[in-house]
């Protein structure tokens, strides 16, 4: 069974600009989380998903948004880009977003902000 | 709010010695819990999860983990460590009650494998 995919694996982009982030799920999972990890700042959630809709967000800035495609795959959009945006972003899915949902993570995708 | 503490931020053990790391969380009820395992430059990987039942949890790689209610924590352990084992660990939680879903995790434990 293929695990989570993400894409791409690096990206470097700078101050102002505008990012994609791009994960697939496991086959037959429904939910799809994001989460940022920053040097120093640890492993932080930033948005749920699942069947489509946002269920649940962190404490981040409108700037970071996302959607959840009709195959649960999910995009995650950071606009107007800060250096303190570069972090490793790690995308999970589940099962079904409801309780004891186990969450298993993708490789993530490395973000450079000059 | 909710809060896991990890107190130990690296540890160094030889290979095929003992490991264990240490997790305490703060939280109004019991919540599931978790442990994962990141390598360099890798994604998380499960490694076990406690929702109910025996608070003694059996994982992947011959890890293994404790829940004690009485103490808020959950500790992992290994009985002999290999050099594989070099990584990352981070303890996580999650409301039982799916307010929102989304982890909490520790700060994470760095471990070191002499060899």
Known sequence: EAGVTQSPTHLIKTRGQQVTLRC????G?????????????????????????????????PRFSGRQFPNYSSELNVNALELEDSALYLCASGHSGGVADTQYFGPGTRLTVL | AQSVTQPDIHIT?????????????SYGATPYL??????????????????????LVQGIKGFEAEFKRSQSSFNLRKPSVHWSDAAEYFCAV???KAAGNKLTFGGGTRVLVKP
């Open chain 2, 34 to 55: 978790f442990w994962y395992v990141q390598s360099p430059g890798q994604g998380l990987q499960l490694l076990l999860k406690y929702f109910s039942g025996d608070t």
């Open chain 2, 13 to 25: 053990v030889s290979e095929g010695a003992s490991l264990e790391l240490r997790c305490n969380y």
């Open chain 1, 29 to 61: 999972h429904t939910s799809v989380y994001w989460y940022q990890q920053a040097l120093g700042l640890g492993l932080q959630f930033l948005l749920w998903y699942d069947e489509g809709e946002e269920r649940n967000r962190g404490n981040f800035p």
């Open chain 1, 24 to 27: 697939s799920p496991i086959s």
């Open chain 2, 94 to 96: 999650a409301p039982v």
